[in-house]
């Protein structure tokens, strides 16, 4: 990878250049480095920056922690362990136990009742502890917190329109602007109540609707369609392109289009939405596809993308330039064409809208603030994690990606159904699957891509990333010891065989 250094001085501690001080009277109002935006992004650069010393402010339009928090990754995933526990109890009876029916709920699975309201309130506990403790971070580490909305000025200013319309001017010797990102609706989709839902309107329920449209096959539909299903609600997914998860390994793609057919999600690819029509009584909608087919449904939920959160960010003259999506250009270092400003996260261009990207693109960034050696992300291998069930996890080149490359490959595959611990645990739909280059004597070299579809494998992806980002060869990989019994052997196994001396894999 290559090593990037800044020509951006080192800063102080009170936000001025060495020998420097602030001006008399805005202690309060300069700061070395102000955030736009208190998400994954802001947040991360905040508290890294911090931690070097810096003086940091946060400019916040809602609550710090952003869509990942309130309305996005940990909220989804808190339904989507609801909807794990409701499949664990529902199978209890293959392990000899049994379970009474809890209250009555409007889901019923069998001998399984969900009360969603009680979910919903979980969701809502879980993330105000974890709000709350975000917020003792940032006060740990003196960073101030501005509530309102974020504007970049000409100057390394900030506008901060606060509540009640106040307004405050921050300046900032660097600017990080991560604003975030808004889900996206198409034409006659626009949010209608608890008719026509984004994933916002979605995590807000307190009772699931019995069938539900989910308009769009990639990661967030197919995790919300997942999640419904096993709670109880009819799912029909509609995708645009042949498949979905595109982008996703197409042998784990089969896998989870599998599961879903086993489970009743009616998946409808290359799938052409033409409107819909809502009840008269408000009781559901009407919805029209490919040409003249319908679909009654309770619900549809619009899952069809981000755009970036870029309205009224920039005044004019700034320097920072948007692109014909409004995403902020940056270079590979984080940088806009502005000196001293930043962007991450979800308002960046060319990055894959992950929490988890947005963290690291914050140390990329605040490492060029202090002037240090920068490694910039390499967003080919970054990590992916889709907590549907089965749950998908990857990084690096798929194996039509790697021969479209013009890589010579090797592929092994080890099923799931073949591990001990998935069989304990009633788990083995899927398989850890590894690309790897094949050398001109034919042996296999590094490892190109690790795609895993099965049982807790956004837990263990971390191996293969780091094999994948390590430009490791199967070889090396395969002498690290696997526990047994474990998940984790499957990769392990997978490593071994490419080696030509698999042990359970050929």
Known sequence: ?????????????????????????????????????????????????????????????????G????R????????????????????????????????????HRGRVSVDFAVSQARKDQVVDQLFHGLEGLLKGRNVVTFP????????????VVGPGGTTTVLTGTSIVLAAGSVPKTIPGFEVRGRLVMTSDEVLDLDELPASVAVIGG????????????DLGSAVTIFEALDTILAGCDEDVVRAVSRSFRKRGIDVKTGSRIEGHTPDPSGSGTV?????????????????????????????????????????????????TGADGVYAVGDVAAGTPQLAHVGFAEAIVAIKGVLGEPVVPVAYDRVPWAIYCHPEVAFAGLTELQARDAGFEVIVKKDPFGGNSRARIIGDTDGLVKVVAERRPDGTTGRVLGVHMVGPWVTEQLGAGYLAVNWEATAEEVAQYIQP???????FGETMLALTGRGLHVG
């Open 1 to 65: 990878m290559t090593e990037v250094v800044s020509t951006v001085p080192k800063v102080t501690g009170d936000g001025s250049a060495p020998g420097e001080s602030r001006p008399e009277g805005e202690e309060d109002r300069t700061f070395d480095v102000v955030v736009v935006g208190g998400g994954p992004g802001g947040y991360a650069a905040a508290l890294y920056g911090a931690s070097a010393g810096l003086s940091v402010a946060i400019v916040e339009l809602d609550k710090v922690g």
């Open 67 to 70: 869509t990942c928090l309130h």
């Open 72 to 107: 996005g990754c940990v909220p989804a995933k808190e339904f989507l362990e609801t909807a794990t526990v409701s499949r664990t109890v529902g199978n209890a009876a293959a392990f000899g136990v049994g379970a009474s029916s809890g209250p009555v709920g409007d889901q």
């Open 148 to 159: 309102g909305r974020g504007r970049l000025l000409r100057g390394h200013q900030v506008e």
């Open 218 to 229: 990639g990661a967030i539909g197919c995790e919300f369609a997942s999640f419904l299903s």
């Open 287 to 335: 919805i029209a596809y490919d040409g003249g087919e319908k679909l009654a449904v309770d619900a549809a939920v619009v899952s069809v993308g981000r755009r970036p959160r870029t309205e009224g960010l920039l005044a004019s003259g700034t320097g920072v330039e948007l692109d014909d999506q409004g995403f902020v250009v940056v270079d590979e270092v984080m940088r």
């Open 484 to 490: 047994h019994p474990s998940l984790s052997e499957s």
